[in-house]
Every structure is written in C-alpha cells, then in structure tokens.
C-alpha cells in the first residue's frame, strides 16, 4: 500500500517562507506526479503547484512567481517552498501522487494534509 507522509506545516509569519515536504512509502515503482492542493473551510481544493516525474512544474495561481518545487526520484520526496506568504495561505495543504506500481498498476494516493497558518 503505497503512503504519504507531509511535514512542515505550521505557523508562519506574513511575508515569511514555507517548506513543504511529501515523502511516498510502498510498492511504487515510478512517481508520475506529485501535487500540492490546498483547501479553506466551505471551499474547494485548489491546484497550488504539481511536479512530473521528469521533474517539470505546473504553477497554480496561489504559487506562481514565488516558489520552487523539485521531485527527489531517488526517495520519492517533493519538496514545496513558497516565499512572501500572506494572511490568505492560510490553509489546509494536500499531498497527491499518481504512482506506477510495481505490479505496474497507476493509482492515485492522497496525504491527510497539514495545516498551514500564515499569522503574526
């Protein structure tokens, strides 16, 4: 069974960073994607960034001009920063992956989220 582990959530000041982290555990043979959503109380999820198992990024409107991602193949890890965080980042923030087993299976896996407050 293949697993998301997220850390580095928590409290940060306005105008500060965040370093998000999302390490996949299990039968996987190759990481297709990896994605970062987030979500406020009575909204939908929302697209922050994703990275392709090559490594290329796809920006959501919440990340673009302020933040980096990379994908680790070697120990399925995503790594999320953003910079300049504000008020409105405040938020619950999912890990997703689109994992190729080794049964050659595709499956979609969801983390349990970690919460993320932007506050001084």
């Not at 370093?19 to 039968?27: D, I, K, N, Q």
């Not at 922050?48 to 994908?71: C, F, M, N, Q, Y």
């Not at 409105?88 to 992956?97: E, G, L, M, S």
């Amino acid at each position: 069974q293949v697993q998301l582990a997220e850390s580095g959530g928590g409290l940060v000041q306005p105008g500060g960073s965040l370093t998000l982290s999302c390490e996949a555990s299990g039968p996987i043979a190759t990481i297709l994607k990896m994605t970062w959503y987030r979500q406020t109380p009575g909204n939908q999820r929302e697209l922050v960034a994703s990275v392709e198992g090559d490594g290329r990024p796809t920006w959501g409107p919440p990340a673009k001009g302020r933040s980096h991602i990379s994908l680790d193949s070697a120990d399925n890890t995503m790594v999320l920063r953003m910079d300049n965080l504000k008020p409105d980042d405040t938020a619950v923030y999912y890990c997703n992956a689109d994992v190729e087993l080794t049964t050659r299976t595709t499956i979609t896996v969801w983390g349990l989220g970690t919460q993320v407050t932007i506050s001084s």
